[in-house]
């Protein structure tokens, strides 16, 4: 396909639009019983397996998506990504993030230069920094050994360790790794974040790590600063060599910054911020948390499916498929939007973690070459773990608006409880859930079945259920580090996938910076009616009425106010 033709023109595309009426006369009902098709649509790796059967999909289908991701030069994209050519075109950049976790051997080439020795450098900086915090030899300024960590970062310097984290915290391995320690993150630059963050911990014993590429991103460096006043007012300005560490290129602002420039952790500009969760940016912390031998395991899961990714034929690859077949709901089917249900509580921030993944890299309206999109990309996001989810908008999804659907489930649970005398076990009870909701929603409940039941003639319409809503099932043997990395990079790259086939670019994010440069106008208004009691001006009337009435309802903060910490 020409760089300037848009995936639409082709004929492969055509072909899947036309399919498309022969799908909408198919139930899944029916094509569930088709053994032959449902074995053909089930996938395994390393542990990993996929059942896409409960898709709206013929093996026809799936043909025509081979074809599809043939004419959008699927296999030439993943080895350009790979050779470290300049993908992301916008930003004139290489998309990298495979590195971050190769093994120590592997060549990886950005601009001529492998740029894999460079990140073992910085694994081994981590391991050396993480095993002296952890074991005392790195103490704070009074002496006092650092067993709390404040992670500082937004968005994706957030949101993947954050998720990372969360699934790592009842893994029986690594609660034995991190006994005595705490690891939170500070992102909103909401006070209130700041307030529960520092709530209950002694400066005397916290290590703050500040997570900016360019040691300037506003809401990170305005928290940095206010957790470094927290650290100085009880210690003493000296106190902050001690107690800060960056995960930062720009070292004259680190060092400026009071962080001693020997701390600061490099990653790269061929990282992208919602793909750098094996970078420094979530190895740090983590490593501080539970020990850089865990954290090796996560990379290692996730190294092995990027080898799986760049390697397998499509039709035993997971995240291909799992990104032909988003587009296929997308673009095609018209379902915008996709649950991610984790049935492990685990799991419960991977879903925010994946919306910006998702989002933020395929919420593009023109094609990498800026022509405008004449059909639908980008998928909304979003999810809640089994069974929570259930009772909260799976009435929706059941009955209301079609919503494909992502079951991830667990066979065996960090965490097991037998109760003598229960007819299952906790975790067989949440697991029956994962095996019953697809099939709800796959078959429905008709009419004829509720008059069968003698079911009131009034309540029949409300108690039919259509059915043919499609979903996927994605079984792992367990939730431990290694299971974890290969989650994450298996829709790490089915988003890369979709974007590949859409014709966009899903490593920049223009989108973002709009409201931020506007928000630097308001925060001069803000500043000039305070200090200088001015009239809000420059704004639309909605705007200024707005402003008007918030600084008329706070006018009891003084003009220059002495400086005043969260006390919780």
Known sequence: MASTTLICDTQPWKDLKAHTEDIKKTHLRDLMNDKERCESMMVEFDGMFLDYSRQCATLETIDKLYKLAEAASLKQQINRMYSGEHINSTENRSVLHVALRAPRDA??????????????????????FSEKVRNGSWVGATGKPLKDVIAIGIGGSFLGPLFVHAALQTDPEAVEFAKGRQLRFLANVDPIDVARNIAGLN???????????????????LNARTLREWISSALGPSAVAKHMVAVSTNLTLVEKFGIDPNNAFAFWDWVGGRYSVCSAVGVLPLSLQYGFSIVEKFLKGASSIDEHFRSAPFEKNIPVLLGLLSVWNVSFLGYPARAILPYSQALEKFAPHIQQVSMESNGKGVSIDGVPLPYEAGEIDFGEPGTNGQHSFYQLIHQGRVIPCDFIGIVKSQQPVYLKGEVVSNHDELMSNFFAQPDALAYGKTAEQLLKENVSQHLIPHKTFS???????????????????????SYEHRVTVEGFVWGINSFD???VELGKSLATQVRKQLNASRTKSEP?????????????????????????????????
């Open 467 to 489: 059915g043919n809503r499609p979903s996927l099932s994605l079984l792992l043997p367990s939730l431990n580090a290694y299971n974890i990395g290969q989650l994450l990079a």
């Open 536 to 568: 809000v001006e420059g704004f639309n009337f909605s705007t200024t009425t707005l402003l008007t009435r918030y600084l008329q309802a706070s006018s009891d903060i003084p003009a220059e106010p002495p400086t005043l910490l969260p006390r919780i």
């Open 107 to 128: 060549v990886i080439n950005s601009d001529g230069k492998n740029v894999v020795p460079d990140v073992w450098n910085v694994l081994d900086k981590i391991k050396d």
């Open 203 to 221: 400066p005397e014993t916290t290590l703050v790590v500040v997570v900016s590429k360019t040691f300037t991103t506003a809401e990170t460096m």
């Open 509 to 511: 994010q223009w989108g």
